[in-house]
DNA sequence: AATAATTTGTTGCTTTTACAACAATATTAT
DNA sequence: ATAATATTGTTGTAAAAGCAACAAATTATT
């Protein structure tokens, strides 16, 4: 229980902690392969495509990034030709959505199966139903972070 | 098994979300009560708390933070006199190693203290056992990334 | 009707993070 | 012995994240 009064032993930090080699992993990954894009553009081009025709806030709040930082990367996804955006309305306000071009969904395909070899070597010696579990505890504990974290996006 | 076509459920991606929001739930409850130093500081004199003595570098490796980024912490802590650095040597090597004042003991027990309740109330929801399985699934999972990824710190 | 507040997206700036290069010293190789 | 390599820490700079303020348009309030 000694080790309960120390932050660096919390649910907290450990998440922290581990997320960072999650990132490492990813930019390493996207830099040695050259794929044109960065991370951040290909969850966001996956993110697009579970949700076809979203606002640009909408999908600032699923990847969880500020409005100009969403708007920045949907800048360069669109010099790219991987998106196209355009003014529509939700709920009478004029929102700019975006739908991914051809080329956007052949390259999202391509890199996803580019990058399924590297990191599915490496869960491996977790069992898939021990995976599914976790996910399933990161999500609950999100449920209940999202009540007291003030996200302002 | 579709979904497991998206990075986006992938169990990087998960820890990686979940991480934001612990972030964000850190930063907001530091600038909240003004404690004098960062969430940053506070996890660096909490490393330090339980690891006397140790050279930047292996500071660096614990709190995972590069080299400068590490440095720059140090010398705020050292500027509000919570730490105290002097020149040894680690094998046979000039090293600068750290030592935490009384302030900064004080200084840290104190906003343990604080945090505590912060803290606290949120995983009320998991059991402690649910907690404990969890963070040990986060270690597990850092032990098999560090094979996987460069961290050059 | 006029004013205030809200939503969406952008711009600009500050802080933080990432990374390469360097200095100083020690070890290893030739 | 000399050169090459490695370790530790610092400096400087480029990239990214965070945040406040703004514009434009809509809805709510008075």
Redesign the pocket.
């Known amino acids: 229980m000694i080790k309960e009064q120390h932050y660096i032993n919390t649910l907290y930090y450990q998440i922290e902690q581990t997320a ?1 080699y999650c ?2 992993l990813g ?2 990954v996207f ?1 040695k392969l050259n794929l044109g894009i ?1 991370v ?1 553009e290909f969850v966001t081009l996956d993110t697009l495509s579970l949700h076809g025709e979203i ?6 709040k699923l990847i969880l ?11 360069s996804l669109e010099e790219k030709e991987l998106i196209e ?1 355009f003014a529509d309305t ?8 975006i739908i991914m071009t051809n080329n956007g969904k052949k390259t999202l395909k391509q890199i996803t199966g580019i990058l399924k070899k590297y990191l599915e070597k490496i869960p491996h010696e977790f069992s898939q139903s021990k995976i599914e579990e976790i996910k399933n505890n990161m999500r609950e504990f999100r449920e209940i972070l999202e009540k007291e974290v003030e996200m ?1 996006i």
Chains 1, 2 share one sequence.
Do not use: F, M, W
């Open positions: 960072k990132r490492y930019s390493q830099n960065n951040e606002c640009q806030r909408d999908l600032a990034k500020d409005r100009p930082a969403t708007g920045r990367i949907l800048n955006r939700k709920n009478n306000r004029l929102v700019r959505k302002n």
